[in-house]
């Protein structure tokens, strides 16, 4: 079926649907049961590793550790190393699991043929 419009440039916008609903979705925070929401762009991911490797370095040092960390509402927690450890591999899951979703939304665009299908997608991270 002829289609009075180009696929491609369709394609393209709905990959960039996809691509800000990944980043929408990862603005949104991370949350963590009985902690609280964290932010989960890069720079918050960085500070947080951070914050783990001084806790690190102060447990090798056998020197009590804790942080205040700054919520995504603006609250503040405190911190110890297992806490930052859990809020940097629950984090990492998700941010990864968004990642995937996205690339699963990519593939099964790039696997459309007909302006229907590209609009039948339901875009969810």
Not at 36 to 49: E, H, M, R
Not at 63 to 85: E, G, H, P, Y
């Amino acid at each position: 079926e002829d289609y009075p419009f180009d696929l491609t440039h369709i394609k393209k916008s709905k990959r960039e649907e996809i691509k800000q609903a990944r980043e929408e979705a990862i603005l949104q925070g991370i949350n963590i049961s009985g902690i609280g929401v964290f932010d989960a762009d890069p720079i918050s991911q960085s500070k947080l590793s951070n914050a783990a490797l001084a806790g690190i370095l102060a447990e090798k040092e056998e020197i009590l550790f804790a942080v205040n960390w700054i919520l995504k509402d603006n609250s503040v927690v405190q911190l110890d190393l297992a806490d930052l450890t859990t809020v940097i591999l629950t984090g990492s899951h998700l941010i990864n699991q968004m990642y995937t979703n996205a690339y699963a939304l990519q593939t099964q665009l790039n696997e459309c043929g007909t302006l229907e299908e590209i609009l039948e997608m339901e875009i969810q991270i």
